[in-house]
């Protein structure tokens, strides 16, 4: 009996190491702070990146024979009259208007353009991917102030079988050159109104939803 009872202590310390060891584990996965309501609309993000497959509108002022309605290719290029070829993806409207000035400035004096971005869909940088459970896993161009709520509205929520609260996001942090996993409870959000678990989201973050296991 003596033998019994230290074979069970033994047992038991160990199950109580590995608890100990677990705990702070669990206890240490983190969580983003909850988003802030914006009332007045969102406030402007930074400047937008010209991505593949945007729609550009290019006016030349006084001269609109040289400008044109055009479509970011997808090797990341535009041609316009007198333009050929010229990169358009990872550059902002400004930037790309600058381009063009200089281009054109072989041909008139002084050229005023102008680029407007009319569809967008950014650069793969620039995007939100939900993966897994949701009801239409999508990638999604990221806007200023976009939380999950939104992006969650824009997939059609979670499918039939999601575990939302064992959801998580991935972000990359440029300061450590790694990347961080984040807990999020989509089933809170969604099924229970707990705005607390709605956060903020930024460009490039990836959400991957699993299936429940039963």
């Known amino acids: ?3 019994c009872a230290k074979r069970w202590t033994s047992v038991f310390a ?10 702070p584990a669990v206890a240490a996965e983190k969580e983003l702070p909850p988003a802030l309501f914006v009332p007045q609309g969102g406030q402007p ?15 030349v002022w006084r001269n609109p024979e040289l400008g044109a309605q ?20 990872g ?22 353009v102008s680029v407007i971005v009319n569809n967008f869909s950014g650069t793969f940088a620039q995007q939100i991917r939900i993966v897994g459970a949701a009801e239409r896993p999508a990638t999604v161009s990221y806007r200023a102030d976009m939380t999950l709520l939104d992006v969650m509205i824009s997939v059609g929520g979670l499918s039939q079988y ?26 809170s959000l969604l099924k229970r109104g707990d705005i607390k678990a709605n956060v903020k989201l930024l460009p490039g973050d990836v959400i991957i939803i699993p299936e429940s296991l039963f």
């Open 91 to 112: 550059k902002t409207p400004t930037q790309l208007s600058d381009d063009i000035h200089n281009a054109l400035s072989t041909y008139i004096t002084d050229p005023i």
């Open 1 to 3: 009996m003596a033998f």
């Open 162 to 187: 999601a575990a939302g609260n064992r959801a998580k996001l991935i972000r990359y942090n440029p300061e450590t050159k790694k990347q961080e996993e984040y807990r999020l409870r989509i089933d």
């Open 45 to 59: 993000g930074e400047d937008y990146t010209i991505g593949p497959l945007d729609s550009l509108t290019v006016f």
């Open 14 to 23: 160990v199950v109580l190491l590995a608890v100990a060891t677990v705990s």
């Open 70 to 89: 055009v479509q970011v290719r997808p090797d990341g290029r535009i041609t316009l009259p007198l333009i050929n070829d010229m990169v358009a993806v």
